[in-house]
């Protein structure tokens, strides 16, 4: 049994109704569970595959979902950046082994069932690429259209490529993310079409089993978890989920929660830093990390509330810096994610750097995106392919 309740008044609302906002304060929702009725022990649960679907009596759907085996992605031990930094301990979650090749599909596996068991045959978001790219994958799985927005020549070409090629109604508008998001929410609301941005409270109960699948890989709770933050779904997502393995008596223990932004899009920082309750939305996002480029993150309370409950932190990174890590993680510990996802290790390196970590804590970094999602990003960074003739002795004079 569950409910949609708002984070801010505690208005209540029924588990069939479609409402993306609170009607008396206009607030977050987010779904709580009747958790002392889960029918299921943490021993019995753990006889089942790592996958998303291995907790389906903390997930909302009650239907077959529309599932492409999405989760149970690797938890790597960071070895050789560990020892740079000093930090025993530092692992990476990556995301990016997902079905469309992000984290996003953790939240349409379960937000496009919840389309169908509401009753909903379309289905629409505005994106920064990842989004769309997803929920058009699992739009085509359950044989129903997608709507997605994009602001128009700020999307990774891959990400784009995905929505296209699954089908979906793709339209650029000339403005940002944050334009795009009032748009779409506008759309669903009046044309009965079904939003599945991280506004939905139902995509974010997906994206939650991250944290219930590294705690089970580590075999405890980690003593930081570490997101990049852009729209601020994941991390809210995660310390919800975390706080209901500890409210069924199934851990001990929250971690801190640590939110990572790029510094031309870092509202969340600011608010942090500023002990602001309020979010100053940043007007003009930019960075390199498209996927996480927004100025006005929807999910923002949701986001301050599980840094400051935990003892978290905020901080924002270069451009540079995520590059930076996003080489270093393909270079010394063979993992390839676009740069958003790379932000994460960066301000931990940033943290370590600045002494704010001690070497024994756990430390789980969620990488959000596979290398492929950006590729022309990719290529800038690198050197071009070396042009030889086709004969031994010029392939030898290359390598020597």
């Known amino acids: 049994m569950f409910r949609l309740v708002c984070v801010h008044c505690g208005a209540e609302y029924s588990q069939d109704e479609i409402i993306y906002r609170c009607k008396k304060c206009d607030h977050l929702l987010t779904v709580k569970y009747d958790l002392d009725s889960i ?3 943490k021993k019995e649960m753990d006889k089942r595959p ?24 690797p938890l790597y031990h960071l070895k050789a950046l560990g020892e740079e930094l000093g930090l025993k301990h530092l692992y990476a979650k990556h995301e990016g082994m997902n079905p469309s090749g992000s984290f996003k599909d953790r939240g349409m596996t379960v937000g496009v069932s919840m389309a169908l068991q509401l009753g909903k045959r379309t289905v629409a978001c505005a994106s920064t690429g990842n989004t769309s ?19 128009a020549g700020k999307v990774a070409l891959g990400k784009v ?3 296209l090629m699954h089908g979906a109604r793709v339209i650029a508008i000339r403005g940002n993310f944050d334009k795009a998001l009032e748009m779409v929410h506008e759309l669903c609301v009046t044309d009965g079409i079904y939003l599945l941005n991280s506004v939905n409270p139902y995509r974010l109960e997906g994206q939650k089993t991250i944290g219930y699948e590294a705690v089970d890989q580590l075999g405890c709770v980690p003593d930081r ?4 933050v852009g729209n601020a779904g994941n991390i809210s997502a995660v310390y919800k989920g975390l706080l209901e393995f500890k409210e069924l008596g199934w851990t001990d223990s929250m971690p801190k929660m640590t939110a990572v932004q790029a510094e031309g899009a ?22 390199v990390a498209t996927a996480i480029r927004i100025g006005a993150p929807v999910n923002a309370e949701k986001a301050l509330t599980a840094i400051r409950k935990t003892n978290g932190h905020a901080l924002s990174v270069t451009d540079d810096e995520i590059l930076a890590m996003q080489r270093d993680l ?49 290529i800038k960074q690198c050197a071009p392919p070396t042009e030889i003739d086709a004969t031994i002795d010029a392939l030898r004079a290359v390598l020597r």
């Open 161 to 163: 490529a995905q929505a």
């Open 50 to 73: 790592l996958r998303l679907w291995k907790y389906k009596e903390l997930l909302p759907v009650t239907r077959e979902p529309i599932s492409l085996q999405e989760g149970g992605t």
């Open 39 to 41: 029918g299921i022990d």
């Open 266 to 287: 870092a509202p969340v920082v600011s608010a942090i830093k500023n002990n602001l309750d309020v979010l100053v939305p940043e007007l003009n996002p930019e960075t």
């Open 133 to 151: 790219a997803s929920l058009s994958v699992y739009a085509a799985k359950a044989g129903i259209p997608a709507v997605v927005l994009l602001p």
């Open 330 to 378: 393909a270079r010394k510990e063979g993992i390839g994610v676009e740069p958003a996802s790379a932000a994460s290790v960066a301000g931990i390196r940033k943290m370590a750097e600045q002494g704010l970590l001690d070497a024994d804590e756990k430390i789980v970094c969620v990488v959000t995106g596979h290398l492929l999602k950006d590729p022309e990003t990719v």
């Open 225 to 228: 978890f570490v997101l990049p």
